[in-house]
């Protein structure tokens, strides 16, 4: 695939894209080669592996990957094929090993990946093969981020809070506690699910694709949130009513849709289906302005940390990762979030609100599911093939750095998908790190072009 | 939560031989296809009625381990975590009321649904087959969905039921469990009641 067919594939300034990088076979092949062996992927949460021996498996890209805690408490991640015949090592979703052993010709692998058995080594290898150089293959890098672990498979590229950029600040607030203090959450399950749909129709709709409302006006219209059973309608409660919404694109590629409240605002009430749930998060809000001042003002919604890590910051609460299957197939993982020591009805509270919110059964994400489908299934025609997406939503509309670091802007807009596929085309033509964190990316000295586009 | 979620000890029995069992497993099967005809046929607010005010409706999730590990390694746990839903009388009403908008996308054209049930088997009766008010049923399950055009998806598994005879109102469900046999869910949604 040439860089010029690439170029227009992805035409961010005049804000069109082709509907081959949903579809097309081989431009998928080129995203497993060059962009999910070298991005940061979110491949799980310290509190899945509390303890020494603990194992939990996860994906990065199409690959099956070991996370685990060694005898010393330090984590690992190793690609799930064993370095003799490359059966799988381990086929256990999750629980505690002293050994991974091979079930083929059962080399046995420690936790900390180092090949400490091999079945008659004196007989028929000693000599001739070493040991140490048939380790179960780590990740090159990897990053435990506030209870979060993250991996690449590339040596060269830079440490994981670089990578993350200024869109630090909005998974943060998906990470800490609700009360403002940093990290302390844990995954309370996880939902593991397959749907036919390219994976970045899904990684796109958490950039902040608010204009997507739409599609959630059935439950909107019964009311399903934490107040739903005292007749209040919407998915959610609106603790946002009064702030200022925000959509932000980052040079990394990361976008987020988050709101600053006015600084004199006060706790908008919520959770009214239990008095001492809603007293629960009202003094959390409390706590949290008093902790932070002024950066409490801001509240996070949704984000996409690319390529294909994704978060609900509030309601619900909760990270998923979007793995690749083919152009046309996702496995979906949502990771559901809470306050490790938030009191037990609050956690039971917010569970069943995050079921019947989130995920295959869940009544907002259904609707979901089916738009990424079909918006899959009717971009392979030929005809259609030759239309190209629409992306032109509010161009030129956001300033840069204003309020916030990024190129920022005050209404719905589609700027974070213009960002988003402009660095997945850098990562397609093989660029290096410094383009690939969009460094000299004129969108962010100059801000977002304005052209006049025609229909392609 | 456990005694009522906990089929383990009840899954071994045979109560076939007993007196009154015959009857009852001819009534039960009668309440089941009744309760698939009122599904397939859309007829949601009657199905409802099938189900008591105190439900507890909820499919667990599976995941790959050792087989010495014991069912809460295997098997979410009601009452505990996250499942693919964990639904009470009201959750369920909402699905209902979200179907009836018109504008459930995820249901919206309607599925073309078909709830195949066999294996009926009653492994408990208070307090005896003849005089029961209270069972526990183990069943099986087969349900097609065809949507759209080419959408299908074929959900097969076992249900854990608990009924109970009111006064007015006949048997009605008040504890299901359903069980699928997959570990990652091989469907995009669950929009279906089973």
Not at chain 1, 72 to 91: D, I, Q
Not at chain 1, 164 to 185: I, N, P
Not at chain 1, 193 to 202: G, V
């Amino acid at each position: 695939m040439e860089h010029s067919n690439l170029k227009t594939l992805v035409d961010a300034d005049n804000g069109m894209i082709s509907r081959e990088i949903f579809t097309s076979p081989a431009i998928y092949k080129r995203e497993l080669e060059s962009l999910f062996t070298r991005t940061w992927l979110f491949v799980g949460h310290e509190s899945l592996i509390p303890n020494p021996g603990d194992f939990y498996l996860s994906r990065m890209g199409e690959e099956s990957v070991i996370l685990c805690r060694d005898r010393t408490g330090e984590v690992h991640v190793f690609l799930n094929s064993c370095t003799h015949r490359g059966m799988k090592v381990c086929r256990y979703d999750k629980g505690n090993a002293k050994v991974f052993t091979c079930p083929y010709h059962a080399w046995s692998f420690a936790l900390d990946g180092s090949l400490q058995g091999i079945p008659h080594f004196d007989d028929l290898y000693d000599g001739v093969l070493d040991p140490d150089d048939w380790s179960l293959l780590e990740v090159d890098r990897m990053a435990v981020y506030k209870g979060t672990i993250w991996a690449s498979w590339d040596k060269d590229a830079p440490n994981f809070e670089t990578y993350l950029g200024d869109a630090k600040l909005h998974l943060d607030m998906t990470l800490d506690c609700r009360d403002g203090r940093s990290g302390g959450s844990e995954v309370i399950g996880v939902h593991r699910w397959k749907f036919p749909a390219n994976w970045k129709f899904a990684a796109e709709n958490f950039l902040g694709d608010s204009y997507h409302n739409h599609s959630h006006g059935s439950v909107d219209a019964i009311g399903i949130g934490p107040s739903a059973r005292s007749g209040v309608k919407g998915r959610r409660d609106d603790e946002m009513r009064a702030a200022q919404h925000i959509w932000i694109s980052f040079p990394e590629g990361h976008g987020v849709h988050s709101a600053i409240e006015h600084p004199d605002a006060e706790f908008i009430d919520s959770y009214l289906d239990q008095p001492e749930i809603g007293a629960y998060f009202r003094n959390c809000y409390e706590e949290r302005r008093r902790r932070l001042g002024d950066e409490a003002q801001l509240i996070p919604f949704t984000g996409t940390i690319f390529p294909n890590t994704s978060y609900h910051g509030r309601q619900p609460r909760g990270l998923c990762a979007w793995h690749p299957h083919s152009s046309g197939e996702t496995e979906g993982w949502r990771f559901f979030l809470v306050d490790t020591d938030a009191p037990t009805a609050v956690k039971d509270f917010l569970r069943h609100y995050y079921m019947r919110y989130s995920g295959p059964a869940g009544m907002t994400e259904q609707d979901d599911m089916e738009n990424w489908l079909y918006a899959s299934a009717a971009s392979k025609g030929t005809i259609a093939k030759r239309l190209k997406l629409n992306y032109q939503q509010s161009m030129g509309a956001a300033k840069l750095n204003d309020p916030l670091p990024g190129l920022v802007a005050t209404q719905m807009s589609e700027h974070m998908a213009r960002g988003y596929y402009t660095r997945w085309r850098d990562y397609l033509e093989g660029r290096d790190w410094n383009q690939l964190l969009g460094v000299g990316d004129p969108r962010f000295s100059d801000g977002e072009p304005v052209t006049k586009a025609g229909r392609a | 939560m456990s005694a009522v979620s906990d089929f383990s000890d009840l899954i071994g029995r045979n109560l076939a031989e007993q007196p009154g069992y015959a009857a009852l497993q001819s009534q039960l099967e009668a309440f089941y296809f009744l309760e698939a005809d009122l599904l397939d046929n859309r007829r949601y607010r009657a199905w409802l009625e099938l189900l008591a005010d105190d439900l507890i409706y909820y499919m667990p999730m599976r995941a790959n381990v050792p087989l010495a590990h014991d069912r809460s390694d295997e098997f979410t746990t009601v009452g505990e975590g996250i499942h693919w839903f964990e639904n009470d009388k009201w959750t369920v009403i909402k699905r209902v009321e979200q179907i009836e908008t018109g504008i459930h996308y995820a249901e919206e054209p309607l599925s073309r649904i078909t709830h195949m049930i066999s294996n009926v088997r009653i492994v408990d009766a208070n307090p005896d087959l003849e005089t029961a008010q209270q069972i526990a049923v183990t069943n099986r399950f087969l349900l097609y969905q065809n949507r759209i055009v080419d959408d299908t998806t074929t959900f097969v598994g076992r249900r854990h039921d608990r009924l109970r005879q009111n006064a007015g109102t006949g048997w009605q469900i008040h504890f299901r469990e359903v069980i699928i046999e997959q570990g990652i869910l091989q469907a995009k949604n669950i929009t279906n009641f089973f």
